[in-house]
């Protein structure tokens, strides 16, 4: 029996080491054939809603780009996964670049799970565009040479649903309440948040930070109607959005609800008659523009319903990364970093081209505020919002609404 064993145990080593001979390079050659790209978004949990939209906006683009030749002639193998949550994230992240050979990374929502794959990028010297983040910290004393921001972040949503509202006579003098997500996110947007009110003459009355699992606002929502506020503000994010929306609705407040976040599946999910309010967005599937509407159609042919913000922005961001590593011929992280420390202006389905700062790395364009639509114009569960002017005007520079260096100073290691 133990020499039997012995001789099996030979035989079936010799034959793996005869099979790795001849099938490990052909897996290598096969990898080398194509360029891998990782995918981090959140599918599962209060961001898995929209995390859902960006995933299938990155697998659109990589189809189209592969079905365009590729990226420098190679087809484009994407890595897509449930991120969870920042330490799942992190350990996805090394993953993919450590074992599945992943030349650059890009998604996440998340702005927690966004700052542990930035350490990820920067411990492996590895691009991350990180797509859906909005903490303003994560571009400022987080930020690192390896991370690319791709949202607008906090301080831009605060301004421009901000400018709207003053335009509306709703800031000057008035009392907000804000309800702010415990985390490092709604802490970043309340912090934006407190700076514009104090610049506005506005006076916030009152805050409640709240746990991420809570789905029951019942107590804060008695506070608010205590503390009897002009304005009622939501700093929340995912779908605690969503649950708030239908239950101030249910308590009947008199006070107007707006808010300094909100992605549009969350809105949708609100359901009609009760989201009302100004509220701010980076993009939304009405905007007309040509090449804003080619990508719509894509997506509602491919999927069977108009895309969400977050689809938009995974999908042109491996538009623009591909336009990258195709003029550069390169994947190379230095490479590719310089070239996008020039500034290079990418055409991102707006009426301004977007390019990102050389110093802190984040996306410079537009940016709007939104209304609701009553629910009696709607011409479907999609057909709910309505678009603002784009901000800024026209004729002011687009920094003029993001962060500046005294704001959230960034100081990359080279």
Request: neutral net charge; contains cysteine.
């Amino acid at each position: 029996m133990i020499r039997t064993s012995r001789r099996t145990l030979l035989r079936a080593g010799a034959a793996f080491a005869g099979a790795s001979a001849l099938g490990f390079p052909a897996i290598v050659r096969a990898q080398a054939e194509k360029i891998r790209i990782g995918h981090l978004t959140p599918l599962t949990g209060f961001l898995g809603v929209i995390g859902s939209y960006a995933q299938l906006g990155v697998k659109l683009a990589a189809e189209e780009i592969n079905q365009s030749g590729g990226v420098l002639g190679k087809q484009v193998d994407l890595l897509s996964e449930d991120s969870i949550n920042p330490a799942t994230a992190a350990t996805k992240a090394q993953r993919m670049l450590e074992q599945d050979g992943a030349v650059v990374l890009l998604g996440e929502i998340s702005s927690a799970s966004s700052l542990t794959i930035m350490q990820v990028a920067e411990r492996n010297k590895k691009v991350f565009f990180s797509t859906g983040a909005r903490s303003d910290a994560l571009r400022g004393k987080n930020c690192n040479k390896y991370s690319f921001h791709c949202d607008i972040p906090n301080t831009v949503m605060v301004n421009a649903v901000g400018t709207a509202l003053s335009q509306k006579g709703m800031v000057k003098g008035k009392k907000f309440f804000t309800l702010t997500a415990d985390y490092i996110f709604g802490h970043d947007l309340l912090k934006a948040a407190k700076a514009f009110f104090g610049t506005h003459d506005a006076n916030l009355i009152g805050d409640e930070l709240i746990a991420i699992d809570v789905t029951d606002f019942s107590p804060y929502l008695l506070k608010v109607r205590q503390a009897k506020p002009d304005v009622v503000c939501c700093n929340l994010a995912g779908n605690q959005v969503t649950n708030l929306v239908k239950q101030y609705a249910e308590f009947g407040l008199p006070y107007p609800l707006v808010g300094f976040n909100l992605n549009t599946g969350d809105a949708w999910a609100a359901g009609a008659g009760n989201l009302s309010g100004t509220w701010p967005t980076v993009w939304y599937h009405t905007l007309n523009n040509p090449a804003s509407q080619a990508f719509v159609a894509a997506f509602s042919k491919k999927y069977g319903k108009p895309p969400e913000n977050h689809a938009w922005i995974d999908y042109i961001t491996l538009k623009l990364l591909a336009e990258a590593i195709n003029t550069t011929k390169s994947t190379d992280s230095n490479e590719l970093i310089a070239y996008f420390e020039k500034q290079s202006q990418f055409d991102i389905g707006k009426a301004r081209k977007a390019y990102f700062r050389s110093w802190d790395h984040q996306m410079v364009q537009e940016a709007y505020p939104f209304t609701v639509k009553p629910k009696d114009q709607m011409k479907d569960q999609w057909d709910m919002l309505v678009l603002g002017d784009a901000v800024p005007a026209a004729n002011d520079p687009l920094e003029t609404i993001y962060p500046t260096r005294e704001q959230n100073p960034c100081e990359m290691k080279a």
